[in-house]
């Protein structure tokens, strides 16, 4: 980690931080979100907090354990390039196959049996080698991978996973809940519930507490009672959760899964089932224990992993799952007035000036947030773990590419919903309640939004938060990844022809000015013209990447454009700020973002960029040039990232880093030179789009 120093307004040194590799970022505590509105369901008179290890790097727990594992394997030698085997599935398969992808050892994963095929989708861009092994049990997928290991004379890593488990938990699970807790003074820790598949991550948080010679915490281990929960009891070490005192509850399968839709739906918790399965023995015990105790549940995993699993209702109806499936949502009526599609995307509300002595930028009908670099360790609601992301230093990609300089990218998909977006859609929430515009956000009102759904994830996200009914309009060429998402969060979720031009009624533009027309209380916040778009970035993205960047210079920027939103604010504030860099922005082939106009609109495959108008929250003038985009090189690109370096990207931000690369070649950058790319989301949408072989094969974008 490289502490980055340089002199703030009032003197003093302000230490922005950036990372050497995805790792070094896994450093960072976790956040704890207090749960209020189960509380108020569940009429609790104490407080659970939830440790969000979800936002880990690789999304889940077990990234502390890899990372843990592979550090006592480096210490007795195993270097770069070496060959390690590793029973794991789930996400412990994917948190092992990241850190090995960043320290470029190769892997291979022996996996009891299971259906997991989002996992293997994954596993496999991260260059691993997966044996899945005709046992259903981990201990006898253990004794076969370790037998192979011998056979094959190559290190088992086997031997170190549950003492990593252990000590990676102790020491920085446990501490920085209790750093927590101190930080914020909410009281002392009553239990902490924790889902059991090893028990070894319980077993070292109790140790933690039987060190302090704190006895009066409760360590609560949950289990699945038929051991039907993906990663839940299947590998338990009784022994160890005996003798550190973890306590055991168990769940029912179902309730789970039920209980866990409702945990995300209601509180924006993007929780795993065996994390839901722990907040719902939480409840069970906040019930049990004194009033005003304080509980904390570490929950395991995000929803990741399961989109075509419990969280998707086809999943649910065919394997005769106990869970009520959701309804479907209000359509637009066939018939409408024309008048209700008379509507200027272009047009960007308020308006934007610029001091000409300072530079600096307002808005005509918002008021500016002052920027807090603070990433505090007890969040108010999930919506604070938006933002603050971490900017990380490329070691493979540049060089392997002939490019000298360095190359910095923003992880935006390390926010709470998942990718830069979250940022937008929170912004464009407070505002509308701060100021009723562009419609008052009263209880009860329905947020309409069309999306290429990054934006409808945040939008739900919030909407789930503040208690808001969404509905999310979305062309049918986005992934059922991103619907799934967000329905989970409570939306309703219209597709739209992917031909359909925005001013179709049929588009999701037309469908949802359609609707807004039919719904009372409805409000379309609109991010191709809300300043909450480019005032998200120009407020925050931007001056974190400034402050994280400190005393080295920036000399180019480079963003996808969609709405504009991104490239926009952040332009605004770079060239405020250093007006020596330059920012260039990259456009997919078939959108007329780069102009000119005429441009022939075609269809491409990487989501979430270009348009076939101008958004009104873009202003090209801000950008200092263009690069055009093609799809093959972006997803090869995102691939490369994923398999080289450990960043689990989506499509658009190989996109950027493709282009960005192209840049530094054709600019001749030196070594010195520094560039920072954002990438706005990760791989949880494109599970079975990019990241999977036969869907690349199709396109011929595998081809040589
Ligand atoms: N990439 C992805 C994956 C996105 O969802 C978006 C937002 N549409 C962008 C890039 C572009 O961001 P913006 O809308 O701010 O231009």
Not at 306 to 316: A, E, G, P, S, T
Not at 535 to 550: V, W
């Amino acid at each position: 980690m490289s502490q980055n120093g340089v002199a703030a307004n009032n003197g003093s040194t302000r230490k922005g931080v950036t990372y050497n590799n995805i790792l070094e970022a896994a450093q960072r505590p976790t956040p704890l979100v207090p749960l209020r509105k189960l509380k108020v369901e569940h009429q609790l008179q104490s407080d659970i907090y939830v440790k969000l290890e979800y936002l880990n790097i690789a999304g889940s727990l077990e990234d502390r354990t890899a990372d843990k594992a592979f550090q006592f394997a480096e210490e007795i030698g195993v270097v770069r390039g070496d060959k390690v085997f590793v029973t794991a599935g789930g996400s412990a398969a994917i948190s092992y196959a990241t850190v090995a992808a960043v320290k470029g050892i190769k892997l291979t994963i022996y996996a009891p049996k299971g259906e997991f095929a989002l996992v293997d989708t994954v596993l496999h861009t991260l260059g691993v080698d997966v044996v899945e092994l005709p046992v259903t049990t981990y201990s006898e997928a253990r004794a076969q991978t370790e037998e192979a290991a011998q056979q094959k004379n190559v290190f088992c890593l086997n031997k170190f996973t549950t003492n990593a488990a252990f000590v990676a938990n102790l020491q920085k699970t446990a501490c920085e809940i209790e750093r927590a807790m101190n930080n914020k003074s909410i009281g002392k820790v009553g239990a902490v519930v924790i889902p059991l598949n090893t028990g070894a991550p319980a077993a070292g948080i109790a140790a933690y507490y039987k060190g302090t010679g704190d006895h009066g915490v409760r360590v609560v281990g949950v289990t699945c009672k038929k051991d039907t929960i993906p990663e839940m009891g299947l590998d338990l070490k009784k022994d160890l959760l005996q003798e550190y005192g973890v306590e055991q509850r168990e769940v029912d399968e179902d309730e789970a899964y039920a209980f866990t839709r409702h945990l995300i739906g209601t509180e924006g918790i993007m929780a795993g089932p065996s994390s839901g399965a722990a907040v719902l023995e939480a409840i069970k015990l906040a019930k049990e224990l004194p009033a005003g105790s304080t509980i904390i549940v570490v929950l395991q995993d995000g929803i990741r992993n399961y989109l075509r699993h419990f969280l998707d209702d086809d999943w649910i109806t065919a394997h005769k799952k106990n869970v009520v499936t959701r309804k479907d949502g209000p359509q637009p009526n066939s018939t409408y007035d024309p008048k209700v599609l008379e509507y200027d995307p272009t047009k960007l509300a308020g308006e934007w000036t610029q001091d000409p002595v300072t530079k600096s930028w307002s808005h005509s009908d918002v008021e500016f947030n002052e920027f807090n670099p603070e990433r505090p360790l007890v969040l108010d609601t999930v919506l604070d773990a938006i933002g603050k992301t971490p900017l990380v230093k490329l070691q493979h990609v540049p060089k392997a590419h002939g490019v000298k300089c360095n190359v910095y990218v923003k992880c935006e998909y390390m926010n709470a919903g998942g990718s830069t977006k979250d940022r937008i859609a929170k912004r464009m929430v407070e505002i509308a309640e701060k100021t009723g515009r562009p419609g008052k956000l009263v209880p009860g009102v329905t947020l309409i939004e069309p999306t290429s759904g990054n934006t409808g994830i945040g939008l739900s996200l919030a909407s789930a938060v503040r208690g808001y009914k969404c509905i999310i309009t979305m062309p049918k060429k986005m992934s059922k990844e991103k619907a799934i998402a967000m329905a989970s969060l409570g939306s309703t979720i219209i597709r739209t022809p992917n031909e359909a031009g925005f001013d179709s009624p049929h588009s999701h533009i037309g469908v949802a000015l359609r609707l807004k027309s039919e719904i009372q209380d409805a409000v379309v916040l609109d991010q191709y013209c809300n300043p909450g778009n480019p005032l998200a970035h120009y407020e925050q993205t931007a001056e974190e990447i400034i402050y994280d960047m400190g005393d080295k210079h920036i000399d180019l920027v480079v963003l996808t454009a969609g709405t504009g939103g991104t490239v926009t604010g952040i332009s605004r504030k770079i060239h405020e700020k250093i007006p020596t860099a330059k920012v260039v922005g990259v456009d997919p082939h078939g959108s007329i973002l780069a102009g000119p106009a005429e441009t022939d609109i075609d269809f491409y495959e990487v989501e979430g960029i270009g348009y076939d108008f101008l958004p009104g929250t873009l202003d090209t003038s801000a950008i200092d040039y263009w690069a055009k985009s093609h799809d093959k090189e972006s997803f090869l690109m995102a691939r490369e990232l994923i398999r080289t370096e450990g960043i689990l990207c989506g499509g658009s931000s190989g996109c950027a880093v493709h282009y960005a690369l192209e840049e530094c070649k054709s600019l001749n950058l030196p070594a010195d030179a520094n560039v920072v790319v954002l990438l706005p989301d990760g791989i949880r949408n494109y599970i079975t789009k990019f990241l999977d072989d036969d869907w690349m094969n199709e396109r011929h974008f595998l081809d040589a």
